[in-house]
């Protein structure tokens, strides 16, 4: 599974940003789908996931902030980010869980995959 994240950039205080991920190759499945940030010198949070049935979760720094959604039938999710704070910079992971079936074996293979990250930055 790859994943192709596009989106990230520069903005002032209080602005806006829409991150999309579209993933491709070969799966039977994407299961839940989200966002991730790192900036320099912390580990990776989570920012906010998707299912495949809809359901959200979102870390409690963007919630109200962000919103996630996805098209299932093209693979894709998306970060709508409004109201952009300058501890919001970071670089912004895509994230997904596939299902593949494994036919020989008659067993589901789930993976994990990331995209490559893009850059958010906020000015102040």
């Known amino acids: 599974v790859q994943l192709q994240a596009s989106g990230g950039g520069l903005v002032q205080a209080g602005g806006s940003l829409r991150l999309s991920c579209a993933a491709s190759g070969r799966f039977d499945r994407l299961n839940d789908m989200g966002w991730y940030r790192q900036a320099p010198g912390k580990q990776r949070d989570l920012v906010a996931t998707?299912?495949?049935?809809?359901?959200?979760n979102y870390a409690d720094s963007v919630r109200g902030r962000f919103i996630i959604s996805r098209d299932t039938a093209k693979n894709t999710v998306t970060l709508q980010m409004n109201s952009l704070k300058p501890e919001d910079t970071a670089v912004y992971y895509c994230n997904a869980e596939s299902m593949t079936m494994d036919h020989k074996w008659s067993r589901p293979v789930f993976g994990t995959f990331w995209g490559q990250g893009t850059q958010v930055t906020v000015s102040s």
């Open positions: 998707i299912s495949q049935y809809g359901a959200t």
